[in-house]
């Protein structure tokens, strides 16, 4: 899952959100043995989020679809790439952006394999 992470608590938020627990149960679901690394069982941000790349406002959705495709290609570089691929293909990204009254949010699947 590559998630909005611009500010401090946005991705923990969007955990939540998104609805991979319940709205706020993050802490106890972590404490409780959950991962977000890259070994994890939801890996998040492998690419180390928004901020790692000085959040290019405009062109950060682009860049987290960039980072799904190739993590999903297993083109990643190794130091980002996340440990349990073989036993997934999907990838999920979510973004926002705008201004208050007038915000824009989006979450993408992406796949591997193709649909039937």
């Known amino acids: 899952a590559l998630l909005y992470d611009g500010f ?39 690419d180390g989020g928004l901020k790692s790349f000085g959040h290019p406002v405009g062109a950060s959705g682009l860049r987290m679809m960039f980072e799904a495709w190739l993590q999903l290609r297993r083109e990643a570089p190794p130091e980002r790439r996340i440990g349990t691929l073989g036993e997934r293909n999907l990838a999920l990204t979510h973004n926002l952006g705008g201004y208050p009254g007038e915000m824009v ?9 193709p649909s039937s």
């Open 105 to 113: 949010s989006f979450v993408s699947i992406l796949g591997s394999e």
């Open 8 to 46: 401090t608590f946005s991705a923990v938020s969007w955990i939540e959100a998104l609805g991979f627990c319940g709205l706020g149960e993050t802490r106890d679901w972590l404490d409780g043995g959950r991962r977000i690394g890259l070994d994890g069982d939801l890996p998040v941000n492998p």
